[in-house]
């Protein structure tokens, strides 16, 4: 195979339950020198008079050269074909939490931002799945009695953990570590049944880190408070804390609970909202079996935002497994009509985060879209990006 290219990038998209891969080779431009390419089944060669460049895939990951078919030449991508391909990768997920083997251990809860102890030592006798936010609605169709859990909140004893779609829910009550609630502005309240009203302060729930000043969580009556899945790292007590990029660790939590709620759900579509109820992102899922293999160059994206750092780290050949998604961003007031369709839409499930973390998905996937061959970056009138595992 021949083309004509100034430089060269390698795109490779394995579907695992296919296997199959799409192969995008080369960027190429006017002028540009001759680029002889050969695919061998761990391997991939490209030659131009200059020197030649062997790029050697994951050892998880086989093509089949002979199966090479719909060769074709996109301008501004390069060399697109298709093969069939096979990928086994045992990718180590970022836990968000595993119930078999953190129950009965002694856990720490860290800041996963600066690695802040917010609670140390607690051994978690219970680790249970919180059931879906409208279960209170269906009670009528469980119970042939009046419903016994009236005026009953699920909230954790003291060794319990109760998991939610995006966050996780503890009891604070014998805990060193106590959040201290800020307190809002005072608002308007009324007060009795003579009408008259008076200035009160209204406590902010949220719960903040005390050192780099992150928003953790939000406190949900006086001993229970709810911690945010991408803002908190539990370890085993006897490990010390894992540093890892920010970027990778909201992609894989984000990843992860789009992937369970789509197997546990049937659901698809999600709103990011902020604790304001603010609707920051539109996103689809529209596969989680994607492995992907790229070279990538230097982005302008990845200089002006140290959240995206990790991405100087990847080097060719690097093989990860990933969340293919359509997205539209909502901020601004843009895609008021496609956001009030999905708002109406029982099938959408709304995921709240941090407002700040959901600006910085929304980065994530800007820049996550922006490195994509120009042909993949949009589906009809939705952006495409991939969220790392």
């Not at 970022?94 to 800041?111: G, H, K, P």
């Not at 085993?236 to 546990?264: D, G, K, N």
């Amino acid at each position: 195979m021949a083309a004509t290219a100034a430089e060269t990038r390698v795109f490779l998209e394995v579907r695992r339950q296919l296997q199959s891969a799409l192969l995008i080779l080369g960027e190429p431009k006017e002028g540009g020198m001759p680029l002889d390419i050969s695919i061998m089944p761990s391997s991939l060669q490209v030659k131009t008079p200059e020197n030649c460049t062997e790029i050697q895939l994951p050892a998880e990951v086989r093509l089949v050269p002979s199966s090479c078919r719909g060769l074709q030449f996109v301008a501004g991508d390069g060399l697109h074909l298709r093969l069939q391909a096979q990928a086994e990768l045992g990718t180590k997920l970022i836990s968000m939490f595993n119930q078999r083997l953190q129950a009965q251990e002694c856990c720490t809860f860290y800041c996963q931002s600066c690695g802040e102890v917010i609670i140390k030592d607690r051994k978690l006798l219970r680790v249970l799945p919180l059931p879906s936010e409208n279960w209170g609605a269906l009670i009528g169709e469980w119970c042939c009695h009046p419903d016994p859990f009236a005026n009953k909140p699920l909230h954790p004893q003291e060794e319990d953990c109760f998991i939610g779609d995006s966050f996780f829910l503890v009891n604070l009550r014998t805990s060193l570590w106590q959040p201290r609630p800020e307190l809002s502005p005072v608002e308007m309240c009324c007060v009795s049944s003579d009408n008259h009203c008076k200035l009160e302060p209204k406590a902010n729930t949220k719960v903040i880190c005390k050192r780099c000043k992150v928003v953790l969580g939000e406190t949900v009556s006086s001993e229970t408070t709810k911690f945010y899945m991408t803002e908190i790292i539990i370890q085993s007590s006897e490990r010390s804390f894992p540093i890892m990029p920010r970027s990778q660790f909201v992609q894989s939590v984000i990843a992860q609970c789009l992937v369970q709620l789509s197997s546990a759900r049937s659901t698809f579509r999600f709103t990011i909202q902020g604790q304001d109820n603010k609707v920051y992102i539109l996103l689809w899922l529209l596969n989680s079996d994607s492995l992907l293999i790229e070279s990538l160059r230097n982005s302008k994206y990845i200089k002006a935002f140290p959240l995206l750092e990790d991405t100087l780290k990847a080097h060719s050949g690097s093989a990860w497994s990933a969340v293919k998604v359509l997205y539209q961003p909502c901020i601004k007031s843009r895609n008021e009509k496609l956001l009030s369709s999905w708002e109406s839409d029982i099938s959408v499930h709304p995921l709240t985060l941090p407002s700040a973390t959901c600006l910085e998905l929304l980065l994530i996937l800007l820049k996550s879209n922006a490195n994509l061959p120009l042909s993949l970056r949009h589906m009809n009138s939705f952006q495409v990006a991939f969220l790392k595992m």
